[in-house]
């Protein structure tokens, strides 16, 4: 019988088992050199003068926006289309998330719709490099310009990822998550990215109970860090990131070519940028045969995982509602019922991609 295909599926080898165990053999465990090195090694692959590494991806986003000392009750514009942490993060800060639209062909944010949104009152936006793939940085980055608004990249489904050749999080300030199910991991983990030096400082000392380094506490901190141990296994994951996202990509690749039923759209891929297939999401199409829920019992009973992501826009989570933080995204409203992922990940074997792209064309409603 054919073993189960998660829809994700970690890649963990000897090198991150043995960085594992020289870590806890020196008992140094906790944030110190082994951390500091891999915020070097990041830095230098995104092409940024610095990296600050905390405890997850989340935290990356609450601490770019709490850095950037933004007046509270104040208003960040965010896709409503994306992970709920890209807006609680607004509202941890006591700032207002305001919702833009996505485009429906490459579901990112949509330059037209953020311009749309911006009032008097909006100081930042956040962009979201969804499932892999670059938001339109160059429109993006224009209206932040124009009306003075700072850039916050969530590239937390984005690490190598590249717009017009340059890696996402060169842009802005660009936060990034280690989970599990990401191109790369350190089981848990976060990267902000930056070339504010001044920003970086606040970061550093944000991370640490605002501790100078001799119980000299300046401002108000948290206890954010990362691990020796997480940045033990996010050195060697780095060296092989490009090998990762080089066999997403072939996945991917693969599965547009090879997945032939009416009613069922292959993503779509921006001209310009590098793809790096975080995840592999379907468009179920007025025209399928069957529902989403029916397509995706079907590949439960075929050993084939797969996932939505995400079932709702932001603003209609019941927490939302209750809070009064309204949206009108239509495409986001129609995204969010049609999308469908399937497995991507750089553990596939030939013989499951192709058994996923044949149980998909034999599939009759």
């Known amino acids: 019988m054919r073993d189960f295909i998660p829809i ?8 991150e088992m043995a960085a594992v165990g020289d870590v806890l053999a020196s008992g140094m465990l906790v944030q110190g050199e082994v951390v500091r090195k891999f915020e070097e090694e990041f830095s ?4 940024v003068k610095e990296s600050v590494a905390v405890s997850n991806g989340t935290v990356s986003l609450d601490m770019a926006l709490r ?7 104040d208003e960040v514009i965010c896709p409503a289309f994306t992970f709920i942490a890209t807006a609680n993060s607004i509202l941890y800060q006591d700032l207002r998330p305001k919702f833009a639209d996505v485009d429906p062909s490459t579901f990112n944010l949509d330059p037209e719709s953020l311009a749309e949104a911006i009032t008097p009152n909006t100081r930042a936006v956040v962009g979201v490099h969804l499932y892999g793939q670059p938001f339109d940085v160059k429109a993006v980055r224009q209206i932040c310009e124009d009306h003075n608004l700072a850039l916050i990249e969530d590239c937390a489904q984005a690490h190598g990822a590249e717009y017009d050749g340059q890696k996402v999080g060169s842009f802005g300030i660009g936060c990034f998550s280690f989970y599990p199910t990401k191109n790369m991991t350190t089981g848990e983990g976060g990267m902000i990215t930056l070339e504010d030096e001044g920003l970086v400082s606040r970061l550093r000392l944000m991370r640490n109970h605002g501790d100078t380094g001799k119980y000299n506490h300046v401002v108000l901190g948290y206890n954010y860090r990362m691990t020796n141990l997480q940045a033990a296994i996010g050195l060697p994951q780095l060296k092989r990131l490009d090998e990762f996202n080089r066999r997403r990509i072939e996945n991917a690749e693969y599965l547009n070519r090879n997945i032939k039923i009416e009613g069922l759209s292959t993503p779509f891929r921006q001209p310009k940028v590098k793809h790096v297939y975080n995840q592999y999401v379907l468009r179920v199409e007025e025209n399928f045969p069957a529902s989403r829920e029916q397509l995706m019992n079907y590949l439960q009973s075929k050993g084939i995982g797969s996932a939505i992501h995400y079932p709702k826009p932001i603003y209609q989570q019941p927490l939302y509602q209750e809070l009064g933080l309204e949206g009108h995204c239509p495409a986001s409203e129609d995204v969010s019922s049609r999308v469908l992922s399937l497995p991507v990940h750089p553990s596939l074997s030939q013989s499951e991609l192709e058994y996923i792209a044949e149980t998909l064309n034999r599939f009759e409603g």
């Not at 950037?68 to 009750?73: A, H, N, V």
């Open 8 to 15: 994700a599926r970690p890649v963990i080898g000897a090198e």
């Open 67 to 73: 850095a950037l000392d933004l007046p509270r009750g």
């Open 44 to 47: 230098r692959y995104i092409g």
